[in-house]
């Protein structure tokens, strides 16, 4: 039965794109930066935007209470100032306990209200809840579409004030629900810089880096970064000098919180490419050489991210990386420098979740 009705789901999401398109769903931020509301939040904006909807994050009613009358006046002057169909209110005061959906109707114009309820000790609460406030969501909007299909042989009614808020119906306040849809991947860009220095011998370069990456689970990235272009450290002598120029791709993942305000550790593992060109210039009767080589290069990192709470993140981490084969630096028949043998990298990236 699970997979049944994950399949039916899929149906319908797939059959509600059209409608979902042309709708725009407000997310009301949480009452508190709480990382469970904050992942909450963070869902519900993944499965909307995966259905096709609109989404905005809007403040709360000036009270900050969604059940006054202040509010319900508020919640419908800002539907029809911004075309916003339905908003939706997380429940809780440090971890999601309900989901509040509020349906704004436009003829006759009202607002409804219906909230998705857990019992306490359900199991992954965030992705339920945001699973339920879509299924509430569908059916809300494929009732509506219906109810104007009927109506379009009608003149239009002039524009009734504001009635009180009515409830869906008791389906949407169920109990425990099956295991959320995987429906939770992100994609993150960040840019920065980093500091890359031997321990034998070649001095620091610092080097502009990107990343790309995907989150499919909370606390899980897959990640690929690369760097180059950077400046060139001079390794001299008395017979001459070289400088070296060095840049590296790598693939790995990365165990680190997304989407929680505050700081967290960030622990990566990655492999790929590390290239160096060095150019030599030596003293006559000696003649320099350049050389250009490519190695297999395995990094090692240990940081701490800032997650603000909504979209952006900051990534400070030192890596250890590894190359094979590894450049040594020949002065005649002295090596006086290697690179890749055992590099030490320090990287600054700023990011945003797109």
């Known amino acids: 039965m699970g997979r049944l009705r994950y399949a039916l789901l899929v149906v319908l999401a797939l059959l509600w794109v059209g409608r979902a398109q042309a709708g725009t769903v407000a997310l009301l931020r949480p009452t508190s930066e709480a990382p469970e509301l904050n992942e909450a939040i963070f869902r519900l904006k993944g499965e909307l935007l995966a259905v096709g909807l609109a989404v905005a994050v809007v403040d709360r009613p000036p009270d900050g209470d969604t059940s006054s009358s202040e509010a319900y006046a508020w919640l419908d002057r800002t539907a029809l100032e911004r075309g916003i169909d339905a908003f939706i209110d997380v429940v809780g005061e440090r971890t999601p306990v309900a989901v509040d959906v ?17 019992p306490p000790d359900t199991p992954n609460a965030a992705a339920t809840l945001a699973i339920r406030a879509i299924e509430v969501l569908r059916s809300s909007f494929l009732a509506i579409d219906l109810a104007r299909a009927e109506a379009t042989a009608v003149p239009p009614a002039p524009a009734a004030p504001p009635a009180p808020p009515a409830d869906l119906g008791d389906e949407a306040k169920a109990g425990a629900t099956p295991a959320a849809l995987p429906g939770w991947a992100h994609i993150g860009l960040a840019a920065g810089a980093a500091v890359l220095t031997s321990l034998d011998g070649v001095g620091p370069s610092l080097s502009p880096l990107v990343r790309l990456e995907w989150a499919p689970l909370p606390w899980l990235s897959l990640q690929a970064t690369g760097a180059g272009f950077g400046t060139r450290p001079r390794v001299e002598t ?14 790995g993942a990365c165990v680190c919180r997304s989407g929680d305000s505050g700081f967290g550790p960030v622990v990566a593992l990655a492999a790929g490419a590390l290239h160096t060109a060095v150019d030599g210039q030596a003293l006559p009767p000696n003649v320099g050489h350049d050389v250009d080589s490519w190695g297999f ?16 993140y900051l990534t400070l981490a030192s890596h250890v990386q590894i190359a094979q084969p590894y450049v040594a630096v020949h002065f005649v028949d002295t090596v006086v420098a290697t690179t890749g043998r055992l590099n030490l990298l320090l990287t600054l990236t700023a990011g945003a979740w797109l």
């Open 238 to 251: 008395s017979l001459g000098s070289v400088q070296v120029a060095q840049g590296f791709a790598t693939l």
């Open 102 to 118: 509020w349906l704004c109707e436009r003829s006759p114009r009202r607002l409804r209200v219906s909230r998705v309820t857990l």
């Open 297 to 312: 290069l395995l990094d090692g990192s240990f940081g701490v991210r800032l997650n603000e709470p909504r979209r952006y």
